[in-house]
């Protein structure tokens, strides 16, 4: 006599895994050319004569500006904290908006002629 065995498997469970969403981020590639221009992306950056400091060469006249306008009580020497100058950088370039990274570079860096400068170097970086 021959015995046959048969196999039964269960069938393996059917799921669909949707993995999270990547973030949207407008600003990142912008970040990074700012952070190269202003610091070769170094966040113990100083700035002597300017007394700029940080990954984003943030200038004493900048923070005091941003403390004003947000309550927050922020010293130069966070500045060296990468977050908390990300932080401030972002607060002033969402007042212009994503959609124009030439005008946030350019009112980063200031006012004048200089800025056409300034842009091209941010240019090479994006």
């Given amino acids: 006599?021959?015995?046959?065995?048969?196999?039964?498997?269960?069938?393996?469970?059917?799921?669909?895994?949707?993995?999270?969403?990547?973030?949207?981020?407008?600003?990142?590639?912008?970040?990074?050319?700012?952070?190269?221009?202003?610091g070769m992306g170094d966040t113990t950056a100083y700035n002597e004569l300017e007394m700029a400091a940080g990954y984003f060469q943030i200038r004493?006249?900048?923070?005091?500006?941003?403390?004003?306008?947000?309550?927050?009580?922020?010293?130069?020497?966070?500045?060296?904290?990468?977050?908390?100058?990300?932080?401030?950088?972002?607060?002033?370039?969402?007042q212009i908006g994503p959609y124009n990274i030439e005008k946030i570079a350019k009112s980063w860096n200031g006012s004048g002629a200089k800025t056409i400068e300034y842009w091209q170097r941010i240019k090479e970086y994006l």
């Fill in 1 to 38: 006599m021959l015995f046959f065995t048969i196999r039964v498997i269960a069938p393996s469970q059917k799921s669909l895994l949707i993995p999270d969403p990547l973030p949207i981020e407008p600003y990142k590639e912008l970040i990074y050319a700012v952070g190269m221009v202003e």
């Fill in 60 to 94: 004493p006249i900048r923070l005091e500006d941003y403390n004003n306008r947000t309550g927050s009580q922020y010293t130069m020497n966070d500045m060296f904290n990468y977050k908390i100058s990300e932080k401030v950088f972002l607060y002033f370039a969402t």
